[in-house]
């Protein structure tokens, strides 16, 4: 099983160990040590300011972190530079707000990475783009501008650029949290998708049905430090730290 899980590489995809990232006096990662194998979906979730997105954002060093090592496949993430730019070619990001180009239309918002970045031809590039936006559920607004298109489109067309760049692993932060309830689902069905295929994700979110679903396994933090991790089924039904279990308490009990 544990070979199934690490793939072909014999290790794990990504390894941080003991990670210290703090704002001046006010620490917000404290001794964080996660690993995730290929393949696996890694849900993490607490409390607000127990520093998920933080822990989300050190992986694809959006934000740098004071100590310890942070590696994908091995090998310590760049700190700056073009090695950093090739690092995140193969870290997929999606985030809260959408961050596509308003300028642009959806087909040319995928295809941008892929031409720029991955050195594709335009031909090959709108191919793969309009492969991932018909997996998405959004081919048929591939010629419309971002703001003709609802937020839940608009989140899986950025689902879809990152897709396009062909990444190593998916990084969630929180991308349901800016949408209207009836649009969640839309999004969360395309993760749930992606899991099932084999894509290694970390990710941030408070939707706990998507926990349960997808991940193999839950990590749950709390004041900056990951308190507890489980498979899903373990977590929601005996947590075993009393922070968890109020967190669960407060959140499954509306």
């Known amino acids: 099983m544990a070979d199934e899980l690490t793939g072909g590489s014999g290790g794990p995809l990504i390894e941080i160990t003991d990670v210290q990232k703090s704002y001046g ?49 091995g090998e310590e993430i760049p700190l700056e530079g073009r090695a950093l730019a090739k690092y995140r070619a193969e870290v997929g990001m999606v985030f809260q707000s959408f961050n596509l180009f308003a300028h642009m239309t959806i087909l040319e918002n995928v295809t941008l990475g892929p031409i720029k970045v991955r050195k594709m031809s335009k031909r090959q590039a709108e191919e793969r783009a309009w492969e991932l936006l018909k997996r ?44 209207d309830p009836e649009m969640i689902n839309e999004v969360l069905d395309v993760m749930t998708d992606l899991a099932k295929e084999g894509m290694t994700m970390i990710v941030v979110t408070h939707e706990m049905g998507f926990a349960r679903k997808a991940a193999n396994r839950v990590v749950f933090m ?33």
Request: hydrophobic share 40%.
């Open 222 to 254: 709390a004041d900056g430090r990951i308190v507890e991790e489980a498979d899903p089924e373990t977590f929601f039904t005996h947590p075993t730290s009393d922070r968890a279990k109020d967190f669960l308490s407060k959140i499954l009990t509306h």
């Open 25 to 73: 006096d006010v620490p917000a990662l404290i001794d964080i040590d996660l690993t995730v194998a290929h393949g696996e979906t890694v849900v993490v979730i607490g409390p607000s300011g127990s520093g998920k997105s933080t822990l989300c954002r050190t992986i694809n060093r959006l934000e740098p972190i004071n100590h310890g090592s942070i590696k994908l496949e």
């Open 136 to 179: 998405v559920g959004v081919e048929a607004h591939a010629n419309k501008h971002p703001a003709q298109l609802s937020g839940g489109q608009q989140q899986r067309v950025a689902i879809a650029r990152s897709l396009a760049m062909d990444p190593k692993v998916m990084l969630f932060d929180e991308p349901t949290s800016a949408l």
